[in-house]
């Protein structure tokens, strides 16, 4: 199984911003779509953003659509989440994984995780 590595989260106020990354270990990053999911205390995991394996299909969820930014770097094996104008909403662990698609370009929320999960990286958002 591919590893994953999820790096950049921290301590920030609201209105702030944050960049996760999450590097891939492997060769065959680029032949697979990518997506972010988060779990805050007491709920669910819960799909952020998804990024198709050229990064030229996304999606987001309603929650942080317009404020986060997914993208991809396949010649480094990393994935990248830029977060804008965090809430406190945001605060959860953060994941990565690879996403088994339907369409080979296109990414929905419903596609689901293959891959083992990391130890994620925390993002604390403050009033």
């Known amino acids: 199984q591919v590893q994953l590595a999820e790096s950049g989260g921290g301590l920030v106020q609201a209105g702030g911003s944050l960049r996760l990354s999450c590097k891939a270990s492997?060769?065959?990053?680029?032949?697979?779509?990518m997506g972010w999911f988060r779990q805050a205390p007491g709920k669910e995991r819960e799909f952020v953003a998804g990024?198709?394996?050229?990064?030229?299909?996304?999606y987001y969820a309603d929650s942080v659509k317009g404020r986060f930014t997914i993208s991809r770097d396949n010649a480094n094996n990393t994935l990248y989440l830029q977060m804008n104008n965090l809430k406190p909403e945001d605060t959860a662990v953060y994941y990565c994984?690879?996403?088994?698609?339907?369409?080979?370009?296109?990414?929905?929320?419903?596609?689901?995780?293959?891959?083992?999960w990391g130890l994620g990286t925390q993002v604390t958002v403050s009033s």
């Open positions: 994984n690879g996403l088994l698609t339907t369409y080979s370009d296109h990414v929905f929320p419903e596609d689901p995780p293959f891959g083992s």
């Open positions: 492997g060769r065959a990053f680029g032949s697979y779509a």
């Open positions: 990024i198709s394996y050229s990064g030229g299909g996304w």
